[in-house]
Structures are given as C-alpha cells and as structure tokens.
C-alpha cells in the first residue's frame, strides 16, 4: 500500500548541535557533541547502556536543555507561521514534555510493501537555501518540528488506535487528518485493530502505534530511540520503510540503537562513551 499524497517533500531543514553536553549532578553523560544535518541524511546515535542516547534524542527534540552548547532546528520559512528565533541553550525544559501526542510522519508515498536491507542512502540532494529557512526554532516549539518515538512515550490505553490519532490530528489542527490516520495504521499494520482499545494491543502492536502517533504530522526531523523494541520481522521492515521514507521526503532522521545492523542504516555514526 502506497500513501496517497501530494509528493511534497520537506526540504530545506538543517539541525546543528554546537559543543552540547550534559550532566546529571556530577555524573557527565557526554560534553563537546558538535554535528550538522541537512536534508535527506541521517545519524546513528549508538554507545552503550547509560551513555546518553536518549538524553541526547530529548535535547535535540527541545524537550530538555543541555547544560552546555545549543541546538538549532532551522525548518523552511513559511509566511505567517509565526516561528520564533531562538535555540535549544541552557535553562528550563520544554513545556511539551508530554510528548504521547504524537509528533512527525510517514510523509508523501510511504510503501507498506516489501523494501530491500541494507544500508539506507541519504535522501535525494537538496539545495538547502539559507533564504528559506527560518531563524532558530524557539525551544518551546521544537517539539512541534519533530517526530520522536522511545519507549517511554506512551499512547492512549482508553482510545482506540483511531481514536488516538483522530484526538492527535484535531489538537494539532492537521488537514486531512481522518483519511492520514486511516492511511498510517494500514502502513503501520494496524487496521483490523484500528477500532479496539489501545489498552488491549501487545506490546509490539503499540510499539506500532507509538510509530504511527509520531508519524501523523509531517516532520523535518524524525527522533527513534530504539524504535524496534518488542517488534517482529515485519515491524522492524515498517521502521526502515519509514526511514528511507523521511530522508526521501527531504527530512532528516536521528536514530538511537545499540543494534549494529540498525546503525547501518544510516549514513554517519556518533558513537558516545
């Protein structure tokens, strides 16, 4: 099953981290993390147990300041949307912590078909032109730019799969937003559930329903902390597929992974101690 859509793809975004580092009290996780992303390519954040991976998804999704150096989320400027300037800095967290809601997209054309292994080629070149990008996304609303799924999100126990996104799309005022849903839980493998209460799923069928909680609006940068937790087979090809599908789109995906075959799907690699 093929996506309906408009083919757009979302361009011109770019993720710069700038000598982060972060503590817990005088436990240093990491210090001096610098890197760049552009659209269509990827990173595998991978290191051991406690090393900061999930730490480091939640700084770049604006959800927690570092305690040192910045982040800067920079999407295509789009006239009246009213993006604020700033970046991720020292400070307070975000104020959307709750983040169950559901952030990010399979995006234009995502194939629910059979895919090929192997490692997964940045998206198609795109022109990142300065004049279209914004000022820095205000930290606050970073969140609202990302599509984060880790296994300490959670979905809606009460609401049925549908429920879940149709109550996602209206707080986020998404167009389109019933015939997407319908759309994602048919990618995600998830139709004949799609009316049953979440609370009734195992726990690899919400895994897929996290999946398609964050993939509802279409995001410039997709966050996955180990995204294939209690997934089959054929769970771990609907992550892939929707990796290959962001980068395609011209997004940009952040995967957090102590799989080594799960790292190789992306293009670089920053290994934390």
């Known amino acids: 099953m093929t996506m309906g859509s408009d083919n757009t793809t979302t361009g011109n975004c770019t993720l710069d981290a700038a000598q982060v ?9 990491f210090r001096e993390l610098s890197f760049h992303l552009e659209s269509g390519q990827s990173l595998a954040v991978t290191g051991a147990n406690g090393s900061g991976k999930s730490t480091l998804l939640r700084i770049l999704a604006g959800l927690l300041a570092p305690s040192r150096g910045h982040v800067e989320l920079r999407v295509r400027t789009v006239p009246g949307s009213g993006s604020g300037s700033g970046a991720v800095g020292t400070g307070s967290g975000s104020a959307f912590g709750v983040v169950g809601s559901g952030l990010g997209s399979l995006g234009p054309g995502f194939d629910s078909g059979s895919s090929d292994s192997g490692l997964l080629a940045d998206g198609p070149p ?11 996304i205000e930290k606050a609303l970073m969140p609202l730019h990302c599509g984060f799924v880790a296994p300490y999100m959670s979905v809606y126990g009460g609401l049925s799969a549908r429920e879940n ?12 937003g019933p015939e997407r849903a319908v759309a994602l839980l048919e990618a995600v493998g998830l139709t004949a559930r799609a009316d049953d209460p979440v609370a009734t799923f195992s726990s690899g069928m919400v895994q897929r329903m996290k999946l398609a909680c964050a993939l509802l609006p279409e995001p410039e940068l997709l966050l996955l902390d180990e995204p294939t937790v209690t997934l089959d087979a054929a769970g771990h090809a609907v992550v892939h597929r929707a990796m290959e599908n962001q980068l395609a789109r011209g997004g940009m995906v952040v995967l957090a992974t102590n799989v080594a075959a799960e790292a190789a799907l992306c293009a670089d690699r920053l290994e934390l101690a």
């Open 126 to 136: 795109v022109a990142v032109d300065p004049d279209l990008l914004s000022p820095p």
């Open 165 to 176: 996104l149709d109550f996602i799309g209206r707080a986020r005022r998404l167009a389109g």
């Open 21 to 29: 580092g972060h503590r817990f009290g005088p436990r240093i996780l």
